[in-house]
């Protein structure tokens, strides 16, 4: 199962998901929140740019220790945020800066300008992405 963005909603649906059965999310800003009403995995785009903080948040939670994945959340949310508010640009010039040939969308996207890549940047810096 993969839910949704509604965590209200979701909180509800996970008492009818078995525990064997795969509860994923697909929202990195929302890891924390899904993860402490029984998320068990991800697929997210953001998991191409951070997947060491994607996968210690979720395991953080599953420990029981809510304050380390509340600081990586928290430390992460706003390159969340500024990379995917740009789609497959945002993640391409993420993994550029990252060092990986992230390259140009596909046409007609557009790529990101220069002056949007130093906000990606400076975010990432502050999520210790560099």
Not at 23 to 36: Q, T, V
Not at 46 to 64: Q, R, W
Not at 103 to 111: F, I, M, Q, Y
């Amino acid at each position: 199962y993969i839910a949704s963005g509604n965590v209200r909603f979701e909180a509800r649906v996970r008492g009818f998901v078995t525990d064997e059965k795969p509860f994923w999310l697909g929202n990195g800003s929302l890891l924390l929140a899904m993860s402490a009403i029984g998320a068990n995995g991800a697929c997210l785009m953001f998991g191409n740019v951070a997947p060491t903080e994607c996968l210690a948040i979720i395991s953080s939670v599953m420990k029981g220790d809510l304050a380390t994945a509340q600081e990586i959340q928290s430390r992460c949310i706003e390159a969340d945020h500024q990379i995917l508010a740009r789609g497959a640009a945002g993640i391409k010039a993420a993994l550029d800066i990252l060092g990986y040939e992230g390259g140009a969308p596909r046409l007609p996207n557009p790529g990101v300008s220069d002056e949007e890549r130093e906000i990606i940047r400076a975010a990432m810096q502050v999520a210790g992405l560099d």
